[in-house]
């Protein structure tokens, strides 16, 4: 399974940037190669500056190792060997009628140090799949909710009417900036521990979250193009920075991810490709009554069944 | 003594806002008077977009009830009543030149509810001075940070010779941005815990801190004066905002004061005032070999004996 699903990623990153490359039309992803020195590494790659994407990342990792003890916190594990990989993307567009994208998959696996077999393998303990994809607005078309959101049901009904429902409700309770009492955008999927059962096996969770990681580009690039020409104003502009803080916010006072990636010796500059390239912070911004940029704060106030 | 030190920041804060108010010479200090539904309220004062300062804050409050469960833990005490109030400061000069300053003086009181007295005033069982000040610089002039370190233990000095030195350390201990490993700026001053002991009664910490609280326009009202007129270019400008960045970075993931304001339902637009007005993160960026901007990086790594 890890074999497989690392080697998934590898060619998800390269056809996910393929597609965003192409709709940028100027642009190329630069890469760097990183090593954990516990074991493992990545592969990081940033585009910067083009004609569609001012600053974007997608990224994947594969680490393995000693479970970290914050990490045996976390799981509530005692010793322990891990390994982890996964595909992570933050993408933020000039154009703020453009939304910014997330999305991440990622599968782990944890190993009893205790049972090392003959042949060196270690036998597994405990192994899931994680992950999601979310939108993030500054001005508010709800045809693109609607369209991202639609391609996430459609991926998960492949596989169980009842996973669309679930993951997008867990998207709206992981994205919610809470110092705000707000969410950081329309939302869209995120499950994790989906583990085997006796309804699901790896292989079937194998097959659902390869499932959303192929419907990315569906979901993100028809808003992309339909939005990257639409004219906007210096005002505009501020309005997406101003929103940006809020993403800076929620990435760094609430992310699981990211606060983990922080303070286990991550790769920061793989860790923080996921912030913005230009933000503002205005002192008690409030948007005018009855203005676009209104209408998009009342909806981010209460997430909204967009099917 | 909890009147005592309300009514010195009160005034402080006039103090010091005039001070800024005339150095900038445009812009003025707009004030937000706000409740805290639980007890008490705070003064806000906010000046943007000045001719010296881009975006500051000068902030003070006084807040009291039933100790919250995540103050509770912290402190290692069951249900309690606290008292607390404090001034806390962060201003962003506009010009790269200029360095950004932070301050924050503060009291806490604790009192155990089994003992209501019968002038309904409870005993206390536990108080403390807090507080400190430090430097931000984008472009290092260590004359500036040796003349704010002087300052600073000129101060400390009329009271204890060990202040300082002592103060010092904790002050670059504190403001370690640890995920960067390089420490916000040139620091300062930094103290918790000022409890009565048999050497320094609550009182003799009162005549340290606003001894301090006095100190700081001294500290930083002479480097803006010296440095505001200064020409900068557009590259010198945008790595003030990359290193604005670090600021943010530091106060949403380790800065104690600001997180547990987040958490415990304070009013986020006085908490999250300190922030910058304008912030870049460009991807693995790095200062030219040689350069100023290098040479900043380079003291920030290390914690350096200014005097």
Redesign the interface.
Known sequence: MKDQFYQYIQTLQDQICKGLEDIDGVAKFRE?LWDRPEGGGGRTR?I?NGQVFE?G?VNISAVHGKLPDSMQKLFNVGEADFFACGLSLVIHPKNPMVPTVHANWRYFEMYDTSTELSTGLRKVINSWFGGGQDLTPYYLFEEDAIHFHQTCKTACDQHNAAFYPKYKKQCDAYFWNA??NEARGVGGLFFDYLKATEAQSMEDWYNFVTEVGNSFLEAYLPIVAKRKDLPYSAEQRTWQ?IRR?RY??FN??HDKGT?FG??TNGR??SI??S??????????HHPVAGSEEEKLIQVLEKPVDWI
């Open positions: 760097d940033v910067e600053k990342g110092h705000r920075e803080g800076v916010e760094l006072v606060l922080l303070k920061i500059e923080l490709m912030l913005p390239p230009q933000v503002q912070w205005h002192y008690d």
